[in-house]
């Protein structure tokens, strides 16, 4: 059963630092790209930061560029984003996605989604 599942979320005050976790099983992660979706209410998913983990290419939203890094433990099947210098904006619910081949943040090219995580950034 292919499952992935998100972790670290929370409350934090801006400026502050967070790192979420992306657990993944029942496909050969090797073969897949990790993406990092988040969706504020009432508003439209967007994409956050993707990794590949064959090769290790990464891609960031412009709104979090120079803020989030995204890596990955292909020995843990697990994928972080390692979010720092956060903002009110920032607040979202998390979500982990996979893909085979994905075009980059896209999120109807994802195949397998997480429960997401919610983060939240205090003024």
């Known amino acids: 059963e292919v499952q992935l599942v998100e972790s670290g979320g929370g409350l934090v005050q801006a400026g502050g630092s967070l790192r979420l976790s992306c657990a993944a099983s029942?496909?050969?992660?090797?073969?897949?790209?990790i993406g990092w979706f988040r969706q504020a209410p009432g508003k439209e998913r967007e994409g956050v930061s993707c990794?590949?983990?064959?090769?290790?290419?990464?891609y960031y939203a412009d709104s979090v560029k120079g803020r989030f890094t995204i890596s990955s433990d292909n020995a843990k099947n697990t994928v972080y984003l390692q979010m720092n210098s956060l903002k009110p904006e920032d607040t979202a619910v998390y979500y982990c996605a996979a893909a085979d081949s994905p075009l980059e943040l896209v999120p109807l090219e994802y195949d397998y989604w997480g429960q997401g995580t919610q983060v939240t950034v205090s003024s």
């Open positions: 990794i590949s983990s064959s090769d290790g290419s990464t």
């Open positions: 029942g496909f050969t992660f090797d073969d897949y790209a």
